[in-house]
């Protein structure tokens, strides 16, 4: 299952990311909803914040429904129907849902049939596999482009950065009783992943393609039951293995995200992608707890461990660039 995320992009970085074609073929970016609620994270778990997608229409409903707006949501679904006045108090764990199982449980059930659907945004997602040493976790994300860049200026219409992993979602609000602030919240819809991956039984869904995305935002356009026929495993992705740094949620650096070497301490040789990833943890490191635009490479399992979470992520990757071998992708399976 989902447990934990990054999504270190700044706000408006975060947007140009999310650019899209609305209904009329025009290029938008979508407009922040309480913008300044969100705060950049290399290491995001359950009952935290993170950005979302939605349909404008859900906010205003004589909004065009192609229109998208990113939302600063709580992780965990609070069902509008809860009626006690602590959503702390829930008995159940809901930051996911299964697919075989969201149309039957009525945490979900609801919501999902009246359109309630989001796209959860992260830089990638963490998994453990269990080991004989214990459990090793890797950062899992999508394949990222050759031509993408370290550095987005400013006034560049096309973003050429980091492309984000778009999971599916479900939203919903709830009302304290008493009254109150109303509280947005979500679940990652997982799939089962067995079959490809030994080591996750259950990844997010994840929506491969902006007609992917448009399906799945448009409730007004496409029904729920054409809407959940996109909830399917994906081969199109990549992973590396990363320090157990990452294990404690209180850790939010870009040690969570730094390759490293599984098993014997070989080192590589510097590469143009290495210096790239050498470069970016530098600057995330520089002034901003926020992650600079970046290519992080298509790296797994050919880097150092650090001995110590108390160095810094240069520190690791200076470590790693070496004299020897080449670094390899990591693909799952299809």
């Given at each position: 299952?989902?447990?934990?995320?990054?999504?270190?992009?700044?706000?408006?970085?975060?947007?140009?990311?999310?650019?899209?074609?609305?209904?009329?073929?025009?290029?938008?970016?979508?407009?922040?909803?309480?913008?300044?609620?969100?705060?950049?994270?290399?290491?995001?778990?359950?009952?935290?914040?993170?950005?979302?997608?939605?349909?404008?229409?859900?906010?205003?409903?004589d909004?065009?429904?192609?229109?998208?707006?990113?939302?600063?949501?709580r992780?965990?679904l609070?069902?509008?129907?809860?009626?006690?006045?602590?959503?702390?108090?829930?008995?159940?764990?809901?930051?996911?849902?299964?697919?075989?199982?969201?149309?039957?449980?009525?945490?979900?059930?609801?919501?999902?049939l009246?359109g309630?659907?989001?796209v959860?945004?992260?830089?990638?997602?963490?998994?453990?596999?269990?080991?004989?040493?214990?459990?090793?976790?890797?950062?899992?994300?999508?394949?990222?482009?050759?031509?993408?860049?370290?550095?987005?200026?400013?006034?560049?219409?096309?973003?050429?950065?980091?492309?984000?992993?778009?999971?599916?979602?479900?939203?919903?609000?709830?009302?304290?009783?008493?009254?109150?602030?109303?509280?947005?919240?979500?679940?990652?819809?997982?799939?089962?992943?067995?079959?490809?991956?030994?080591?996750?039984?259950?990844?997010?869904?994840?929506?491969?393609?902006?007609?992917?995305?448009?399906?799945?935002?448009?409730?007004?356009?496409?029904?729920?039951?054409?809407?959940?026929?996109?909830?399917?495993?994906?081969d199109?992705?990549?992973?590396?293995?990363?320090?157990?740094?990452?294990?404690?949620?209180?850790?939010?650096?870009?040690?969570?995200?730094?390759?490293?070497?599984?098993?014997?301490?070989?080192?590589?040789?510097?590469?143009?992608?290495?210096?790239?990833?050498?470069?970016?943890?530098?600057?995330?490191?520089?002034?901003?707890?926020?992650?600079?635009?970046?290519?992080?490479?298509?790296?797994t399992?050919?880097?150092?461990?650090?001995?110590?979470?108390?160095?810094?992520?240069?520190?690791?990757?200076?470590?790693?660039?070496?004299?020897?071998?080449?670094?390899?992708?990591?693909?799952?399976?299809?």
């Amino acid at each position: 299952m989902c447990g934990r995320t990054a999504c270190s992009l700044g706000a408006d970085n975060l947007r140009r990311a999310c650019a899209y074609r609305d209904s009329r073929g025009r290029q938008r970016q979508p407009e922040w909803i309480r913008g300044e609620r969100y705060r950049p994270s290399y290491n995001k778990g359950p009952q935290s914040s993170g950005p979302v997608l939605l349909s404008r229409r859900h906010l205003q409903q004589d909004a065009d429904s192609s229109e998208r707006v990113l939302m600063d949501m709580r992780w965990g679904l609070v069902p509008s129907w809860f009626k006690k006045d602590d959503p702390s108090k829930m008995q159940f764990n809901t930051s996911n849902c299964r697919s075989d199982t969201m149309l039957k449980k009525s945490s979900y059930k609801g919501a999902l049939l009246q359109g309630k659907r989001c796209v959860v945004l992260a830089d990638g997602f963490y998994e453990w596999q269990q080991q004989s040493g214990g459990k090793q976790p890797y950062f899992i994300y999508f394949p990222q482009t050759k031509d993408a860049v370290a550095e987005e200026k400013e006034g560049e219409e096309e973003w050429r950065g980091w492309r984000l992993l778009t999971m599916a979602g479900i939203f919903d609000c709830w009302e304290p009783p008493a009254g109150g602030e109303m509280l947005y919240t979500y679940t990652i819809i997982t799939v089962d992943a067995s079959k490809d991956v030994s080591f996750i039984h259950h990844m997010p869904a994840i929506l491969d393609g902006d007609e992917a995305i448009r399906k799945w935002l448009d409730f007004a356009e496409v029904p729920t039951q054409e809407a959940v026929k996109l909830i399917q495993p994906t081969d199109n992705i990549v992973f590396h293995p990363v320090s157990t740094f990452v294990n404690s949620v209180r850790n939010n650096a870009p040690e969570c995200l730094a390759p490293i070497e599984l098993g014997a301490k070989k080192e590589v040789k510097a590469t143009p992608s290495s210096k790239t990833m050498l470069g970016w943890l530098k600057n995330s490191q520089e002034g901003s707890p926020q992650k600079k635009e970046n290519d992080l490479p298509r790296w797994t399992s050919q880097f150092v461990h650090s001995p110590s979470p108390k160095k810094t992520s240069a520190d690791i990757l200076q470590q790693w660039l070496g004299k020897e071998g080449q670094p390899a992708a990591k693909k799952r399976k299809a």
